[in-house]
């Protein structure tokens, strides 16, 4: 007998949701004005930066336009090169990350391991962490000459080799590995969590055994999961800057972003056409790449309505091979989660780098906290990332929601137009996209340039993406009938999204706000581009300490900034376990 | 959604994106034509002194961009701030990112700092596209006349050396190299660092000269023996030095200074003169239409003052007001020669290739 073939229920086209908007209703100027403004939000960086590429140089006549700028970057060799090593890297880690992040989340999501239930908030811990300070992180391990894993390792084997030269590309990938870790367990995970058990059921009774389930059943189920969560890393990796920065450049590996900074920073005067014809090959890329993983994205939510009732994920039962599961877990988890932050705390309270590498106990000190805190840069640059994770994602998170009804519930023709435009900075190196506020806002009517609204734009644009995701997920999950019955009882339209949706998508919403404070304390490609005095934020003053070498300040403000995050992260899921009560009480 | 319709919403956004593209360029054309706003040149303080210091007291803040080290910043703040009673804000991006951002505060008509720190190619850059104030006559008269910019743009109060540094815990004085060719023996493979000719301008500056003083065949060999002995490359001389307190690696190349302003008096680096000495210029320059007028000519009094430059010079730095000694050691009684300079980008990009085709492994 042939086993039943698992494939995803196809999804019955989503009924057009909601009702007409009435001409120049409230609810329709609303949406109008909110499909207005993520138009501006992406367009108007992108339309600068598009002008700029165009431009002979940055102090030629304005309406001296040359195509120079792209038939130097792609007439020359070395581009190729360079997309090639950006490509190859971006690939390593994804990879990696997955082929480690699938059994963790199986473990986590589907066995009997003990602990299983802590797995995915021990994995937030590091997940906070900004890229900036992971690579510092690493580099204090991992540099061939003074890391502490090398020189434990020649203290040990007497020899004067090195276990591993973390500038390399190796090492770059290895650093990027440990960073992406973290959201793909947390996406696979839940993936592997919201799949119905009945189809394994139904697999098992038809007499099939644990591979065959797994071949013809799991993995069909999963792979929707595993592409989307592959495509997100990759596009990620291909615009990445933290780790090339930090770790490739002092080895001369260079990949797209590098060379975007490199032509915005390293020459007199800048060259950002060069810049930016740059930084459009990637899009090449991750354009199409960004369409399917909307795409898939909107299909596995759709799948999730359909199928939408309760159930418990088929837990495994490993027997004595648990224990061999949670050794994996927690050796995994020392290297990728434990150590990096244990270096961080360990030279924030040494007093210099020679104390901390002979981990002189004796010398260990809260002085490095003392100068943070004293220091009036430093206290504004955290004040400025508070206030830009909390506000900006709640701003973020807003918009998000507004631009999630209108995609969700309403018929506006063109709508889907404005879901791609939301989601083409996710797309954009952070860096180039930088380059594009820059110009745009310097001369915009209202004087935000150099102040920290500048960046809480650029914080919006960027991640709106995110906070979409979540929104329109939540959303989608809730029947349409609710609001149909508040609309028909005389709510209007606003006041039914008030007071039906909102609530009910509390959850998702405070999910979406967690996710987008947390982006918006590890920014550095467009910080760096874009702060001036009295804007500063903590990830630019990482990279200012590290230029000076003042580790113990690094690892002083690493740590207040990594306990920040967790207390808003453990803020939230209170916020969200509070709603989810009350909503149950009443 | 087909794949028609993808294509038509790419169609779509690219033709809204050049419709405002060329509202961008119809924005920029206007901005550079508009007559600069702002503060007309400041009156001179009362009894014809440099500035007003009451005035300069109630603007309150004066706002600096450029590369000053932190250190450097700190001994301004410290003398400036308790004399005058106005507030230091300084951002230090690098000398590009620097000339940037003028560029684009200038086209805008809203200059949001009151002077500049760089070095003297972005200096050019910013006069030549009418961004700079000349200083007063007061100030120019404390240099010598080849230290000033064209018709007192600018003043050169500084001069970052560039030569050989070496980790003196690491290595002894007598194993230390002593010159270029030294310090590309094979003996400091994995263990030196280089600030990147393809990455810093400064750096490449100084290659020019070693072609310039070398020869061709010379030079290549040279990079040639650098790259063999897998350098770790920096785009910033102080991080080559942080990293060499680090004792990262033991030997490398950068600006002398650092001997004292990142390894600190008696501390771990030893910088080693090389002939010719070659050195960047750090220029000072104040800012037209500068929003804080007299507090910026408060700071450009106070920074061209024997008192800041001593402060400077503790930290390592030659200055260029004679009276006053230098203090590294590898720097007493050298000749010190500003670096070649590049005509345009083109030029920049030229030579970038050359080092590139001897780097690049």
Not at chain 1, 329 to 345: D, E, K, Q, S, W
């Amino acid at each position: 007998m042939s086993l039943p073939e698992a494939t995803p229920a196809r999804a019955a086209p989503v009924p057009a949701v909601g009702l007409r908007l009435r001409r120049l209703s409230p609810a329709a100027v609303l949406c109008a004005l909110l499909l207005a403004v993520t138009a501006c939000l992406v367009l108007y960086p992108l339309a600068n930066l598009l002008y700029g590429s165009f431009r002979v140089s940055l102090i030629s006549p304005p309406t001296a336009l040359t195509l120079d700028s792209y038939v130097r970057v792609y007439s020359d060799p070395r581009t190729y090169f360079i997309f090639g090593v950006t490509i190859v890297y971006a690939l390593g880690f994804t990879v990696l990350a997955m082929v480690v992040a699938l059994p963790l989340a199986w473990i986590a999501a589907r066995t009997d391991t003990p602990l299983r239930k802590h797995i995915p908030w021990l994995v937030l811990i590091p997940y906070v962490i900004p890229a900036s300070l992971h690579s510092v992180a690493w580099l204090l391990l991992l540099d061939p000459g003074s890391g502490l894993v090398n020189a434990a390792y020649r203290a040990f084997s007497g020899s004067d080799a090195t276990l591993f030269n973390v500038y390399s590309l190796a090492g770059m990938i290895w650093v990027s590995f440990t960073i992406a870790l973290p959201p793909a367990f947390t996406l696979l995970a839940t993936g592997l969590e919201r799949m119905d058990p009945t189809l394994e059921e139904a697999a098992s009774v038809s007499g099939a055994n644990g591979l065959q389930t797994l071949r013809r059943v799991l993995v069909p189920l999963i792979l929707p999961s595993l592409l989307s969560v592959f495509t997100l890393l990759f596009i990620v990796g291909l615009e990445a800057f933290d780790v090339p920065a930090f770790v490739g450049l002092p080895a001369n590996i260079r990949v797209l972003t590098s060379e975007i900074y490199y032509f915005m920073s390293q020459n007199v005067p800048a060259q950002p056409g060069r810049a930016a014809a740059f930084g459009f090959l990637p899009l090449l890329l991750a354009v199409p790449l960004t369409v399917y993983y909307v795409r898939v994205i909107v299909h596995q939510e759709r799948f999730a309505v359909i199928t939408g009732k309760a159930w418990a994920p088929r837990v495994v039962h490993l027997g004595p091979f648990r224990w061999v599961t949670l050794a994996f877990f927690l050796v995994v988890y020392a290297i990728v989660g434990v150590l990096p932050i244990v270096v961080l705390v360990g030279a924030a309270i040494f007093p210099d780098y020679k104390a901390l590498a002979s981990l002189n106990l004796s010398a260990a000190s809260l002085k490095n906290f003392a100068l943070v805190l004293d220091d009036p840069v430093t206290f504004r640059a955290f004040r400025n990332s508070i206030v830009l994770a909390a506000g900006g994602g709640l701003v973020t998170i807003l918009l998000a929601f507004g631009l999630s009804y209108v995609l969700t519930r309403t018929r506006i023709k063109g709508r889907a137009l404005f879901e791609f435009l939301a989601f083409i900075p996710f797309s954009l190196p952070s860096i180039l996209l930088g380059v594009g506020i820059l110009f745009g806002y310097v001369a915009f009517p209202i004087d935000i340039y150099g102040t920290v609204w500048l960046l809480g734009i650029a914080y919006t644009t960027k991640y709106l993406p995110y906070g979409l995701r979540t929104t329109s997920a939540a959303l989608l999950q809730i029947h349409r009938d609710l609001e149909e019955a508040a609309t028909v009882a005389g709510a209007s339209r606003l006041r039914a999204a008030r007071s039906v949706l909102l609530p009910l998508a509390l959850s998702g919403f405070v999910a979406g706000w967690s996710i987008l404070a947390i982006h918006n304390l590890r920014e550095f490609s467009m910080s760096i581009l874009l702060y001036a005095p009295g804007s500063e934020v903590a990830s630019v003053l990482f990279f200012s300490y590290w230029e000076h070498g003042r580790i113990g300040e690094i690892g002083a403000l690493g740590v207040l900034l990594i306990g920040l995050s967790l207390a808003l992260l453990l803020g939230a899921n209170r916020l969200r376990t509070a709603g989810a009560m009350r909503r149950l009480e009443g | 959604m087909s794949w028609k319709t993808n294509a038509r919403m790419v169609l779509a956004v690219l033709v809204l994106a050049a419709l405002l593209s060329g509202a961008a360029c119809s924005s920029a054309s206007s901005a550079a034509s508009k007559p600069q706003a702002g503060a007309a040149a400041p009156a001179a303080g009362a009894g014809g002194a440099l500035f007003d210091p009451e005035k300069a007291k109630a603007e309150g803040t004066t706002v600096g961009i450029g590369t000053f080290l932190d250190s450097q910043v700190a001994a301004l703040r410290q003398g400036f701030e308790a004399k005058y009673g106005v507030r230091i804000e300084f951002s230090h991006p690098t000398s590009s990112e620097t000339v940037t951002r003028l560029l684009a505060e200038a086209s805008s008509g809203r200059m949001r700092n009151d002077w500049v720190i760089v070095s003297d190619d972005g200096m050019k850059v910013l006069n030549e596209q009418g961004l700079l104030d000349p200083l007063p006559q007061e100030i120019l008269d404390r240099y010598p006349e080849k230290w000033r910019g064209p018709d007192g743009a600018w003043i050169v109060y500084e001069l970052y050396a560039w030569g050989i540094l070496y980790n003196n815990k690491l290595v002894s004085p007598d194993a230390a190299p002593k010159n270029l060719d030294d310090l590309a023996s094979p003996q400091w493979k994995g263990k030196l660092a280089l600030v990147d000719p393809r990455q810093a301008l400064s750096a490449l500056a100084w290659a020019k000269g070693w072609y310039e003083t070398m020869g061709d065949a010379e030079t290549d060999d040279l990079l040639r023996r650098f790259a063999a002995n897998d350098p770790r490359y920096f785009d910033s001389p102080s991080r080559l030095a942080s990293g060499m307190v680090q004792q990262q690696f033991a030997v490398g190349t950068g600006n002398l200074t650092h001997e004292l302003s990142v390894g600190g008096a008696g501390g771990d680096l030893t910088a080693v003169a090389i002939q010719p000495t070659y050195a960047n210029l750090g220029a000072f320059a104040l800012l037209k239409n500068r929003p804080h007028p007299q507090a910026g000519l408060a700071l450009a009094d106070y920074l061209n003052s024997p008192e800041f430059l001593r402060n400077d010079a503790a930290l390592g730095y030659p200055v260029t007001q004679t009276q006053i000694p230098r203090v590294v050691k590898a720097l007493q009684g050298v000749d010190i020669v500003p670096m070649p300079t590049f005509a345009d980008q083109d030029e920049q990009n030229k030579w970038r290739e050359k080092v590139r085709a001897d780097l690049d492994r």
